[in-house]
Structure formats: structure tokens, C-alpha cells
């Protein structure tokens, strides 16, 4: 099993910054990607970003492209993800999951270990 704690979360302005976090811990060696979601009242959930857990490799979801990046946090066995110039549409609970499979992806069908969520409020 992989437990996943994200952090971070919180109330912001229109085009300020947040910085969240997603906590790895127990059988890690079997993830291969981490991505971000984030699903807002009402909606589906919706791709966000992932990163190869070795760090490589990146992929952004079009609405965040260019505002957001993910990055990997090799001494905390953490996936960060940056938000910046955020607006009030990406407001959402936030979460991270991991996935063992060999190619990033942007389905929630490919991601079988989820954190609890955070939420992020951006106001305009």
C-alpha cells in the first residue's frame, strides 16, 4: 500500500501563489507516476499535472499550463505542485494519487493510490 498526505491548501487572492504538497510514504518503490487533480463543486474530476516519480518526465493539463509546475522532492519523498497567477476558477479540492504504471497519464482510471484532498479557494 501507499499512503498519500497532501498539504498546503488555503485561501489566496486572484493572482497570488500557493505551494502544495503531497506526502509518499509506505511501498513507494512501486510508484512510477504521481499526478495532481482537482475537482471543483459540481464537476468532474479534472487533470491537472503529473510527474514520473523519478523526476523526469512532466505533463500539464491545458487551463494550467504555463501557471503551474510540478516538481519532485527526492529527500521527502514528496511531489510538489506550484501555483501561480491563480484565479478564481481554480478553486477546487486538490488531490494527489499515485499510479505503478509505466506511462504518465491523465485519467483518474490509471491512479489506484489517492491522498484525502486539500482545498484551495482563490478569491477575485
Known amino acids: 500500500q501507499v499512503q498519500l498526505v497532501e498539504s498546503g491548501g488555503g485561501l489566496v487572492q486572484a493572482g497570488g501563489s500557493l505551494r502544495l504538497s503531497c506526502a509518499a510514504s509506505?511501498?513507494?518503490?512501486?510508484?512510477?507516476?504521481v499526478g495532481w487533480f482537482r475537482q471543483a463543486p459540481g464537476k468532474e474530476r479534472e487533470f491537472v499535472a503529473w510527474?514520473?516519480?523519478?523526476?523526469?518526465?512532466?505533463y500539464y493539463g491545458d487551463s494550467v499550463k504555463d501557471r503551474f509546475t510540478i516538481s519532485r522532492d527526492n529527500a521527502k519523498n514528496a511531489v510538489d505542485l506550484q501555483m501561480n497567477s491563480l484565479k478564481p476558477e481554480d478553486t477546487a479540492v486538490y488531490y494527489c494519487?499515485?499510479?505503478?504504471?509505466?506511462?504518465?497519464?491523465?485519467?483518474?482510471?490509471?491512479?489506484?493510490?489517492w491522498g484525502q484532498g486539500t482545498q484551495v479557494t482563490v478569491a477575485s
Open positions: 494519487a499515485a499510479s505503478p504504471g509505466l506511462y504518465g497519464s491523465g485519467s483518474t482510471k490509471d491512479y489506484i493510490y
Open positions: 509506505g511501498r513507494t518503490f512501486s510508484i512510477r507516476h
Open positions: 510527474i514520473s516519480w523519478t523526476g523526469g518526465t512532466t
